[in-house]
């Protein structure tokens, strides 16, 4: 961490913690620069990154202040119902039809799954696509095939041994991104019919699978920051025949919740006395703005249950489809399916990531997104704060780039959806996150893409639009 890094954080937590409270002036540059012994031009660029992260602001010839809207932090979406039913999954149809109305670029991307390309270092990347493919092996298009690139696995599984999870390199099967990965491992452990444990609001594509394969529902509710309810999951696994669950524990997709370790560590436990298999989707787990990265539940796995499945799409290389899954006991089960289905990822971008990974400064890449995401979602929660209704509920993630936001009861978010597309702003509307079609009052706002005015305007029009949905102010 940078030495204005240090200090600018020194700074939001004392107005974290209402030692600067909101409207009172910061430190002058002079003052804090002799008070704290720094240069004043690390006291300047500190109060730059505060400013972009929406915690203070300039007024003319005054100096900084904390911003008003850190008085008003919203509270958070509550916890959703808890109800006992399976159910039949049909929400394709109305996923496609938001997807494809919000690919037009010129469209603010709030309802985008993707963070900004510009954060990614693609021209780095290119040259290790050049350099791969260059000093490539022609055997290697055989040798490479499923499981995947050795290279590349060995990359993989070393990440895994930092973290703490040293696993076993014939664990890791690459895929065609962490969507075919998961794919396969609910094939691998389910039948038609089945009952499948997903979370409540869940991922679409999660529930779009669940679809096509035939499988019911069981949906278990996910609390806004400590993830699913394991009560209730643990009353659904021994009243119901579930075959699998498929969760994920660090900032969830669409609510940014993450279970603490010992609830991971509970859920592990639940896992192996039921012996109910995990498809674990972990694809956001490198974008965490603590200090340390966060333990997927495979962590805690002595059984191999917990298929950990995740990829390079979110963090590194949008558009290369490579991700991967490490299969505990199901590994040679996926990697035959994974074989009939697809044969291999593509050889010449699982070459060009190894190479990437190898030598392309790949954590350091990984500080500056994470540094970009935690700002962005500053900005937009500022933004909320600034522009919605009072009584509007938002999530607080600790990592990823979705905003969950609850708003009134009686604001229709597929009516909200579409006046704002209209507008030229995007929002993935709540019920596309539900089996049954609930959360018709939430969103998803992405803040994966620099914040900018217009950004700042969209979000304007979306308070006021908001305003003029028929029961509110
Ligand atoms: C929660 C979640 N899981 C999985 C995926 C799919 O990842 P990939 O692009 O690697 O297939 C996505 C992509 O949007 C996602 O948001």
């Not at 119902?81 to 469209?107: G, K, N, Q, Y």
């Not at 095939?145 to 696995?153: D, F, S, V, W």
């Not at 069981?218 to 394991?230: F, K, N, S, W």
């Amino acid at each position: 961490m940078k030495r204005y890094e240090k200090f600018a954080d020194d700074i939001a937590e004392l107005i974290r913690t209402g030692v600067l409270a909101p409207g009172q002036k910061v430190p002058s540059v002079r003052h804090a620069s002799r008070t704290y012994g720094v240069s004043a031009s690390t006291v300047f660029q500190a109060y730059y990154l505060l400013e972009s992260r929406g915690l203070i602001m300039a007024r003319a010839r005054s100096g900084y202040f904390v911003c008003e809207h850190v008085r008003r932090p919203l509270p958070e979406p509550q916890a959703t119902l808890r109800e006992a039913s399976t159910t039949e999954v049909d929400v394709s149809e109305l996923v496609f039809s938001v997807l494809s109305s919000i690919r037009d670029p010129d469209t603010v991307p709030f309802g985008s799954a993707f963070p900004s390309p510009e954060l990614f270092p693609l021209p780095r990347l290119a040259r290790s696509m050049a350099h791969a493919v260059r000093d490539m092996d022609p055997r290697s298009t055989v040798a490479d095939m499923t499981p995947g690139n050795h290279a590349l696995r060995r990359q993989i599984a070393l990440r895994y041994m930092v973290g703490g999870l040293p696993l076993p390199i014939e664990e890791l099967v690459i895929c065609n991104g962490a969507l075919e990965a998961l794919n396969l491992c609910l094939q691998v452990v389910t039948r038609p019919g089945d009952l499948v444990a997903i979370e409540a609001p869940a991922f679409y594509a999660s529930l779009q699978v669940l679809e096509r394969l035939k499988l019911k529902a069981v949906e278990i509710p996910v609390h806004p920051r400590e993830g699913i309810d394991l009560e209730v999951l643990e009353d659904r696994l021994e009243r119901l025949p579930i075959k699998a669950c498929w969760f994920m524990s660090n900032f969830q997709n669409p609510l940014g919740a993450s279970l603490p370790e010992e609830r991971k560590r509970r859920l592990a436990t639940l896992l192996a006395r039921h012996q109910v298999p995990l498809i674990e989707d972990d694809v956001y787990a490198e974008l965490y703005f603590g200090q340390h990265a966060p333990k997927p539940v495979k962590a805690f796995d002595s059984e191999g249950l917990v298929m950990h499945c995740s990829s390079f799409s979110k963090s590194l290389a949008p558009g290369y489809r490579v991700g991967w899954v490490a299969g505990g006991r199901y590994a040679g089960q996926i990697e035959r399916l994974k074989l009939m289905t697809s044969l291999s990822a593509s050889v010449p971008a699982q070459a060009a990531i190894a190479d990437y990974l190898q030598h392309g400064g790949y954590d350091r890449h990984l500080r500056k997104l994470r540094y970009a995401l935690e700002s962005q979602r500053n900005a937009m929660l500022a933004a909320v704060a600034r522009h919605f209704p009072e009584e509007t509920r938002v999530s607080r993630p600790e990592g990823g780039y979705f905003l969950w936001v609850e708003f009134p009861e009686q604001v229709d978010s597929l009516r909200l959806f579409q006046l704002a597309l209209a507008q030229g702003i995007s929002i993935a509307p709540g019920p596309i996150f539900s089996a049954t079609r609930r959360f018709g009052h939430c969103a998803r706002l992405n803040y994966g893409h620099p914040w900018s005015l217009a950004s700042e305007q969209a979000m304007e029009t979306l308070g006021r639009i908001i305003r003029s949905l028929p029961g509110t102010n």
